[in-house]
């Protein structure tokens, strides 16, 4: 089986069981868009998956293979890149060092070359700040940085928590933007959490609604936009 | 104005070693946030065994190599069986933070008893590779001689060394990534596991270099580092902890200081003023020469 397929997954926070049996699948190529609001497991999920957090019970499979207990060193060797919340960059280093990052372990350097100069043609900003620090960045551009430096070691499944975080509205449509047309041009799969509901699921094939680490909803994207008790509980506007 | 000037070149050559010890305990802090008292025992460790090597071949750059290497087999050793251990089960709580810090408090005293058992606890004569006369210019002997040069010069080029490692190796930029960032480095693909031992190897070859030069000017016995782990532990807070060239620049003036108020204050006073310096450094730039502040309360 391919895509992503994750199984009764239970994941406890020390005495809290941050999530409780969960299943979903996310077929190759897709967006899944996970919705909802604080604590209701969404960053867990992405934690668990990644290999950043273990699971207490339950599984998850990616393109065939059982990836719960794996480290997440060894997932991103098997094409599973985390974009973790908050800009996953790090301030401390160059721009173009943190995107060196990302090709460290590859051994097909041209490759690493090659895909590090798409990156910069995608995100230009990034070219012209090379050698600045991260954290001379504006939260926009780390975003990109953090994205950008995933792609370099070539993933084919993306665990994307918040990219809007903290984003004024404006970057916020131009970085969904740059996803949606990302995964169309790299035939990505993605998992996108988002407390911005409207946003994810615009560009999103299917939705899954989390509350309190529990699934409360799933359906194709326009579904889920288009279902008015939905809206009232979970996606606001 | 001689005097200073001898001041200034024992303070030297006394500099760069402690900021090789500093180096030491600043690339295993970095790494694994552990403050090393075993630095001192594994230092004197790789010591003795350049010593062994020295007394069977005659052959200081063998004994060097030989004392090196081993100094980084001692480094990887530690890390591996007694600090992943202690990571592994002491992970939570404010026992975690202390746990290592009392295990390399241990580890020291067990190093030292390994090697009192092994070569007794009498001083050996660690002979010098190269002359310890002062240069003489024209009348005038200074306190600098060639064992100082190659102390210098060695130090010197340790330095240089890992500054070329951690600026411009895949390595380097591994190193620094997972110091600062361990989470975001596993993700980007780094084997944090393994960068931290190669933090603790490289530790452990800079002490070993520490002991294996400062020697020859003195006998040696289990307990002759420890005062350097002292001087070399306020050098690397002068700097900040966290910066490598803060290592070197706090060794430095922590030697060229100390050797300013021995001259001309007193040599019963090298500890007290040793604390005075660090009480000053900490007092006037609390994060250190080259520390940031985000760093000292990470």
């Known amino acids: ?237 | 104005m001689q005097q200073a000037i001898n001041a200034l070149l024992i303070g030297i050559s006394n500099g760069f070693i402690y900021s090789l010890m500093a180096l030491a305990l600043v690339l295993v802090w970095r790494s694994t946030r552990v403050i090393n008292f075993a630095q001192a025992g594994q230092a004197i460790l790789s010591t003795y065994i350049a010593y062994e090597i020295v007394t069977r071949t005659d052959n200081f750059i063998l004994a060097f190599i030989g004392g090196v290497l081993a100094g980084a087999l001692v480094g990887a050793v530690v890390e591996i069986l007694l600090m992943r251990t202690l990571f592994k089960h002491v992970s939570d709580g404010p026992v975690a933070a202390l746990a290592p810090v009392i295990a390399s408090l241990g580890l020291l005293g067990l190093i030292r008893s390994v090697i009192g058992m092994v070569w007794g606890n009498d001083q050996k004569p660690f002979f010098p590779p190269v002359s310890t006369n002062g240069f003489t210019f024209g009348s005038t002997t200074v306190p600098f001689s060639r064992m100082n040069l190659l102390i210098v010069l060695g130090a010197a080029t340790v330095m240089i060394i890992f500054t070329l490692i951690f600026q411009k190796s895949n390595l380097g930029l591994a190193l620094r990534a997972a110091a600062f960032q361990p989470e975001i480095a596993r993700l980007a693909g780094i084997r944090v596991g393994a960068i931290r031992t190669t933090g603790w190897i490289f530790a452990g070859a800079a002490g070993a270099v520490a002991g294996i030069l400062i020697s020859p000017n003195d006998a040696i016995t289990p307990y002759s580092l420890d005062s350097l782990l002292i001087f070399g532990f306020v050098a690397a807070v002068i700097g900040g902890l966290e910066s490598l060239i803060g290592a070197v620049v706090g060794g430095l003036t922590l030697g060229i200081g100390l050797s300013f108020i021995l001259t001309y204050i007193g040599t019963s006073l090298i500890f007290p003023a040793t604390f005075v310096v660090l009480a000053l450094a900490l007092i006037i730039r609390p994060q250190g020469l080259f520390g940031s502040k985000a760093a000292r309360n990470a």
């Open chain 1, 1 to 237: 089986m391919s895509g992503l397929t994750v199984k009764d997954l239970v994941v406890d926070h020390g005495a809290i069981t941050a999530i409780n049996g969960i299943s979903f699948t996310v077929e190759p190529g897709q967006l899944a868009a996970v919705i909802g609001s604080n604590g209701a497991g969404k960053t867990t999920l992405l934690r668990t998956l990644s290999g950043l957090k273990h699971a207490s019970s339950g599984s998850a499979q990616w393109s065939g293979e059982y990836i719960l207990g794996k480290k997440p060193e060894n997932l991103v060797r098997h094409g599973i890149s985390h974009v973790s919340e908050g800009k996953s960059v790090i301030p401390e280093l160059t721009v173009k060092e943190n995107l060196a990052l990302g090709g460290i372990w590859r051994k097909d350097k041209k490759d690493v070359v090659a895909v590090t100069k798409e990156v910069l043609e995608l995100f230009p900003r990034l070219g012209e700040r090379l050698s600045q620090r991260a954290d001379t960045l504006s939260g926009g551009e780390r975003q990109m940085l953090a994205i950008g430096r995933a792609l370099i070691s070539r993933p084919k499944l993306i665990l994307l928590d918040e990219p809007s975080l903290g984003l004024a509205p404006l970057v916020i449509e131009q970085i969904f933007h740059t996803i949606d047309q990302l995964r169309h041009k790299l035939g990505l799969t993605i998992v996108l959490v988002e407390q911005n509901a409207m946003s994810a699921l615009r560009i999103a094939d299917i939705g899954i609604i989390m509350n309190l680490g529990k699934i409360v909803a799933t359906g194709t994207a326009t579904e889920l936009i288009n279902d008015p008790a939905l809206h009232a509980a979970y996606l606001g506007y």
